[in-house]
T-cell receptor, first 116, second 113 residues
Framework: GAVVSQHPSRVICKSGTSVKIECRSL??????MFWYRQFPKKSLMLMAT?????????EQGVEKDKFLINHASLTLSTLTVTSAHPEDSSFYIC????????????FGPGTRLTVL | DQQVKQNSPSLSVQEGRISILNCDYT??????FLWYKKYPAEGPTFLIS?????DKNEDGRFTVFLNKSAKHLSLHIVPSQPGDSAVYFC????????????FGSGTQLTVLP
């Protein structure tokens, strides 16, 4: 299957700093990537849809100025959590859609963000 | 409004027996359904999918059944193995939503040795 990587796997930062998370499709080109957030014992919550070469589409309630998404190439999307606060601590997961007729999404391994 | 529902938060099955995980949906526009397996602190792993034009898809030990009239799908794992213990999410999408996935809340499967 298609491989999606995420970096870093975990990050601890101080409140007020910004953190960048990278999502890469390793063996295919992804025009569309998705960013999710998972709270403990909850399902995945879609934050935004990242489209290569254009602005991301954010879900209702997600602050676009806080969660900056850049999809500069067909294999890389980045999520930057700006001015992070403890309530931003969570598990962030990206996925990339394989552009075939089935449009299956393949997920990265996730990034555990802890804001002190 | 939860468009994809997994009503059983947990399921325990003996090794070697069949595991049946259920999922219901309300949006009749959904035309593509997927099952993912997830371990703690990892991203979901794609297992199997089914298009709405089919009612069954099989891949090794995994079979997904789709009943469109009942808006219900199920994942059968046979024989179940201890390594199958994980949280299983069903997800659905349709072309009008830019193929965004709507996830169920997940079912924790425990396969007992």
């Amino acid at each position: 299957g298609a491989v999606v990587s995420q970096h870093p796997s975990r990050v601890i930062c101080k409140s007020g700093t910004s953190v960048k998370i990278e999502c890469r499709s390793l063996d295919f080109q992804a025009t569309t990537m998705f960013w999710y957030r998972q709270f403990p014992k909850k399902s995945l919550m879609l934050m935004a849809t990242s489209n290569e070469g254009s602005k991301a589409t954010y879900e209702q309630g997600v602050e676009k100025d806080k969660f900056l998404i850049n999809h500069a190439s067909l294999t890389l999307s980045t999520l930057t959590v700006t001015s992070a606060h403890p309530e931003d601590s969570s598990f962030y997961i990206c996925s990339a859609r394989v552009p075939d007729t089935t449009d299956t999404q393949y997920f990265g391994p996730g990034t555990r963000l802890t804001v002190l | 409004d939860q468009q994809v529902k997994q009503n059983s938060p947990s399921l325990s099955v003996q090794e070697g027996r069949i595991s049946i995980l259920n999922c219901d949906y309300t949006n009749s526009m959904f035309d593509y359904f997927l099952w993912y397996k997830k371990y703690p602190a990892e991203g979901p792993t794609f297992l199997i999918s089914i298009s709405s034009i089919k009612d069954k898809n099989e891949d090794g030990r995994f079979t997904v059944f789709l009943n469109k009239s009942a808006k219900h799908l199920s994942l059968h794992i046979v024989p179940s193995q201890p390594g199958d213990s994980a949280v299983y999410f069903c997800a659905a999408s349709w072309s009008g939503s830019a193929r965004q996935l709507t996830f169920g809340s997940g079912t924790q499967l425990t396969v007992l040795p």
